[in-house]
Structures are given as C-alpha cells and as structure tokens.
C-alpha cells in the first residue's frame, strides 16, 4: 500500500487522513516489522489493527548464496500461499553496469580491466580506484516469477512465466536486502537495477507501482535506478509518459548488432525488432546527462565478432539516442548451448566500439560461481 492507500485503510477504519502518513513513515522510513513496534500510533490502534488481522512486514529471505566476490544471491519467498521464491542479488561494488551513464554515480566506477582467462574461466581484473564503499553497491531485484519471454542465453527463461509479482512483493525484496545489510537511506546510496528474474514491462502496473513505492515511500532516488527490458514496446511508450521524478534510467537488452540474429537470439524481436524499439525509446524524454544504455550480451561465436562490434558500432550511431553500450561476456548456464567469448574476442570487440566512438564498457561478472550474475537467475539451489 502506497501513502493514500493507507489513508484510505486509516479512514475506513473511523481514524484520521494522517495516521496513514504515520504508518507509511513507520513502515517504509523506518522499517518496522510489526504492528506492534508502530509506537507513534496510539496502543488502541495498533491493537485494532492486529484484531482486524492487519499485518505488515516484508518478504523474507529464505537462502543466501554468498560468492567469493562477495556477492550475495537471495531466494526471496513472499508470504503468499503459493510459496514460490524469487531471486534477488547483492553486488557490494556493483558490477560497473552504472559507469558511464551521465550521473555522479557512475563517474565513480573506474571501468574495470579487461577479462583474464584463468584455468579456463573467465574473469575480471579488478577496478583500478578503490572502492568507494557503499556508494557502489547495487541490489539486482527480480518483476516476476520466471519469465516468458524465451531469449535463448538465459536460464531464467527455462522456468516460463509461473506469476507476475504484485508492487509489494517487488518493492519488499529492496527493503529486505536493505535490511539485511542494515543500509541506511539518505546516507548510504545504493543502486538498483531491475535486471533479476522476468520481464518488467510485461509487469508494468505493478513495476512502477513498486518504483513509486520505493521512491516515493522508502526514499530511494529514481536516478539510481535502471530498468531493463527486452524490447516490449507498448511498455516503453508507456515508460516515456512517466514523470521524470519517479522514472528509472532505461537499459535496453540488445544483444544483437542484426535483427536476423537478434530474432534467434531473443525470439521477441520477431514481435518488435529493432528499428520499432529504438522509435519507442526516442519517446523517453531524458535527463540531463542521462543515457540510454544498450546491453549486450557477448555470445562466443554468434555475436562477438568483429564484424559485430563495426555493425553494433553503425546501429547505435544511427539510432541518433544518447547512448552507450554495456557488454557482457555470457555467464555459462546448465542447458544451454553458447560458449562465454574468449577474453581477446571481448577486449577485441570493446576496442572496435570505442574506436568508431561508442562509449562503451564491460560488465564484470559477479557471483558467476553462486549463479547470480546476468542471466543465471533460476532458483538454482546448489552453488
Ligand atoms: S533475459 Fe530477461 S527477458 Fe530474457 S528470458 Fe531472461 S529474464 Fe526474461
């Protein structure tokens, strides 16, 4: 429930507008768990509350996976009957997918080295300025549970759609990570990237629902926020028309420099290619300094050849968008079929965008071994 919601609920209850300011305050700034340690509403009430069957609290993180990264993923289990567990994740210096996208925040990330193989696994070398503590942690949170959408490089696409999340089960898996890492908002700065299990846009009432909450109620900035979709247009046009206090960032899952491969690669460009998701974001008033991000997934062999890097490089020049490019080498997944680049083949494709003039940076994988990085996200329970 959003700050008007709990008026209502206040009201109907034969109680003042403002105890619905109170119990957002005491919910979302300050985070109580229980009806009973509301102590800025009077004991009666609270005992009402509790009598009527009133609960508050959040979903509860049910199994952490820690990598030796540092990075956390989570099996978030909501309080609905059903049961059924997403996956969040804790990046505590973030995976560089913020630098470069026109905010103070992403100045901050020195672009991490390029990836090294070492006993057959890829990784990366570390970022060159020390950490800047908590300012670059990223919590990486899941819109439904599985995903429809099939782009074939993803395990989360293997568990189909099972349900959208509602705006509190989306909203709380933020507050329960914050929680858990006792993050303070208005002091620490964290970043948020809807990047987890499932297609926001094709959530997108309880999406933004679930931003407002987290902007409006929690305190968290709409400038330290990313979304990314797959290209569904009705949910961009829609995205276009949201104010800008309350608007995330855009990252757009490219993936493909073509519309041939991209079809193979992600089945929904059939649907809407490209050139239809590009029209769509021209709509997206931005910021300023702010960018478009395109994402794209490097596939060893299918997308990550040189030929690729000049076509990408001659699309997102035409495109005429504020944009810059996140590559990401593959996260290997049980099941499916692409090989992870060979680090020359990222460091070679990296080199060919910035030098046709393509701000571009590389994703560093984080809790590849835990199956938390980009697009492991399955409920894997072993790891
Ligand atoms: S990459 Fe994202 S949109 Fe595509 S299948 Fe995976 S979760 Fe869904």
């Known amino acids: 429930m959003n700050a008007e919601e709990l008026r209502e609920c206040m009201v109907g209850m034969g109680e003042p507008g403002w105890r619905g300011r109170q119990l957002a305050e005491a919910l979302y700034r300050q985070r109580i768990v229980d009806v009973e340690g509301i102590t800025t509403l009077p004991k009666a009430l609270r005992q009402k509350l509790a009598k009527e069957g009133w609960q508050v609290g959040r979903p509860r993180i049910a199994q952490v996976f820690t990598s030796v990264d540092g990075t956390e993923r989570y099996l978030v289990q909501g309080q609905t009957p059903d049961g059924l567990t997403v996956e969040a994740v804790w990046m505590p210096e973030g995976d560089g997918g913020e630098a470069g996208d026109g905010f103070e925040d992403g100045s901050k990330y020195a672009e991490a080295g390029p990836l090294r193989q070492t006993q057959g696994r890829l990784s990366a070398a570390p970022a060159t300025r020390a950490s800047l503590g908590r300012d670059r942690a990223t919590i990486c949170i899941s819109s439904q549970m599985g995903c429809a959408v099939n782009c074939q490089f993803c395990l989360t696409a293997k568990l189909g759609l099972q349900r959208n999340l509602t705006a509190g089960e989306i909203a709380g898996q933020v507050v329960a990570v914050l929680d858990r890492h006792g993050v303070e908002v208005g002091k620490d700065r964290v970043n948020l990237v809807f990047m987890g299990m499932g297609e926001p846009f094709l959530n997108y009432d309880n999406f933004m629902a679930a931003v407002r909450l987290l902007v409006e109620e929690v305190g968290l900035s709409p400038q330290r926020m990313t979304v990314s979709t797959s290209g569904i247009v009705p949910g961009i046009e829609r995205f276009a ?143």
């Open 241 to 383: 028309e949201e104010p800008p206090e309350v608007r995330p960032k855009l990252a757009i899952s490219l993936n493909a420099p073509n519309d041939a491969i991209r079809s193979e690669v992600m089945p929904i460009n059939r649907k809407w290619p490209i050139e239809s998701v590009v029209d769509a974001v021209r709509a997206v008033r931005l910021r300023s300094r702010e960018r478009i991000t395109f994402e794209y997934v490097l596939l060893g062999g299918v997308t990550d050849q040189p030929e690729h890097a000049a076509e990408l490089a001659r699309l997102v020049r035409r495109t005429g968008l504020s944009a810059k490019v996140n590559l990401i080498a593959w996260n290997p997944g049980p099941g499916i079929a692409y090989t992870t680049p060979r680090s020359e083949a990222v460091e070679t494709f990296r080199r060919t965008l910035a030098a046709e003039g393509v701000p571009v940076y590389l994703r560093r994988p984080r809790g590849r071994d835990i199956y938390a990085a980009c697009g492991q996200l399955k409920r894997t329970v072993e790891g």
